[in-house]
């Protein structure tokens, strides 16, 4: 009994059929994913990603990356990332994927840094003239940089003694409000579009104006040997300015009016007299155009200051004259179009305040589609109800135009009888 029980068994597991199954696959296990370096990352910082992963089940892992920005932008599927203004911006999310797969199960991972922003900076900050007397056009000039590519913003302060003068890149004296031994700074700021700022100043200092002598005279002017002699200096006027204005917006028909002012040391010279010239050969402070000159010419007033000992001083004041669009005065297409009209003419006009022939171009569409004819004329077969459009565009020498449309529609042909049959059927019944 021992022995069947035995081969019983035995025959039993010699007889089955069942296999053992195979283990179940493990998915590998990302044990770290990380981006070098982890802070102080800006617009030209070269990005590595490191992943480490483990598989269980020990088959071969095979990682892959991809660095994509906060939009989904791709920018690079290797483990390296190199940064520039032309691929990133500061503030922007960056973010490495890690994918590791052992062949039948991927599994991914992410990491992400920020791009910081880098301050712009200026430099070389400088003042010109190198010599400023009291009546100076002062000029700041610097250099900036941003390694972000950013577009800068740029503002000017200009300080006397500690006092701000002036927002703008240059700063004119007068001898009214400045004097000899003033400091004069400009302090340069530039900022870009993050917060970042930077600053930096030069500054200069007020010389003295050596004093000019207009004239002299001396006193008696027929003296005799036993008579005092006095020589008196007239000095002659400074700080002249001047202005041209016109009666409208600088046409070639305006009245143009130059003005200037100026001023004298000398209490007895105190009332100055002014005198005018324009580059039209014309004088007096006012110039009454005729339309003679073409827009874009330029107009320039000389004005001169003399005090009563005869010293003069003179500057000049320019404009250019503005141009004026030519107009399309009217614009006609005839009314009584139908099938069988062969051609139509618009009948067109323009005009120019400025005293210029404007050229008229042409521009038909026929039922809404546009007609490749470019004259004042078109010829075509028309078809009833359709909508003719002729549009007439006036252009002068300056490239400046303006347009005006006119419209017709194709009317319906009457029908005309050719010619008239008359049948006369006489019927006759017998019966």
């Excluded at 700021?189 to 004239?215: F, M, Q």
């Excluded at 069988?340 to 569409?365: F, H, V």
């Excluded at 347009?403 to 010619?419: E, G, H, I, Q, Y």
Aim: charged residues 15%; glycine residues 6%; aromatic residues 4%.
């Amino acid at each position: 009994m021992r022995l069947l029980s035995t081969f019983g068994v035995v025959g039993l597991i010699a007889c089955s059929g069942d296999k053992p199954e195979p283990a179940a696959n493990s998915a590998p296990i990302f044990t770290s994913v990380e981006i070098t370096p982890s802070e102080g990352i800006t617009t030209s910082t070269d990005l590595l990603c490191v992943a480490t992963a483990t598989d269980d089940d020990n088959d071969a892992l095979e990682l892959s990356y991809q660095w994509t920005d906060v939009d989904g932008t791709v920018l690079s599927e290797t483990d390296s990332l190199t940064l520039s203004p032309e691929n990133t911006t500061p503030t922007t999310e960056i973010t490495c994927t890690a994918t590791v797969s052992d062949g039948e199960v991927s599994v991914t991972e992410e990491s992400s840094v920020t791009v910081e922003n880098t301050a712009p900076t200026v430099s070389n900050v400088s003042i010109t003239p190198e010599t400023v007397l009291v009546n100076s056009l002062l000029e700041c000039s610097f250099d900036a940089e941003d390694l972000d590519g950013e577009e800068l913003t740029v503002s000017y302060v200009w300080t006397q003694n500690g006092t701000e003068v002036g927002t703008e890149a240059s700063l004119q004296l007068d001898a009214e409000n400045f004097t000899d031994d003033d400091v004069i700074v400009c302090t340069v700021t530039v900022e870009d579009g993050y917060e970042g700022t930077a600053s930096d100043s030069a500054e200069v200092v007020i010389g003295n104006t050596a004093p000019v002598i207009g004239s002299t005279t001396i006193t008696p002017e027929n003296p005799y040997s036993y008579e005092t002699l006095t020589c008196t200096a007239n000095s002659e006027p400074t700080g002249i300015t001047a202005a041209v204005t016109s009666s409208d917006m600088f046409y070639n028909d305006s009245t143009l009016t130059c003005a200037a002012t100026a001023s004298d040391i000398d209490p007895e010279d105190a009332v100055l007299t002014y005198t005018y010239a324009w580059s039209t050969g014309d004088i007096g402070a006012d110039l009454v155009l005729t339309g003679s000159m073409m827009p874009g010419a330029e107009v320039t007033c000389t004005a001169t200051a003399t005090d009563g000992s005869g010293a003069a001083i003179s500057v000049d004041a320019m404009e250019t004259l503005m141009n004026r669009a030519p107009t399309v005065d009217s614009v006609t297409l005839p009314q009584d179009v139908t099938a069988e009209t062969t051609s139509i003419l618009c009948d067109a006009t323009g005009s120019d305040l400025d005293g210029e022939t404007p050229t008229l171009t042409y521009a038909w569409t026929v039922g809404g589609v546009a007609h490749s004819e470019t004259s004042d004329t078109l010829t075509d077969t028309f078809v009833y109800s359709d909508t003719i459009e002729c549009t007439v565009t006036s252009a002068d020498a300056m490239e400046t135009s303006s347009a005006m449309s006119a419209t017709t529609t194709v009317l319906n042909t009457v029908p005309v009888v050719s010619n008239v049959v008359i049948l006369l059927i006489l019927i006759h019944l017998l019966r």
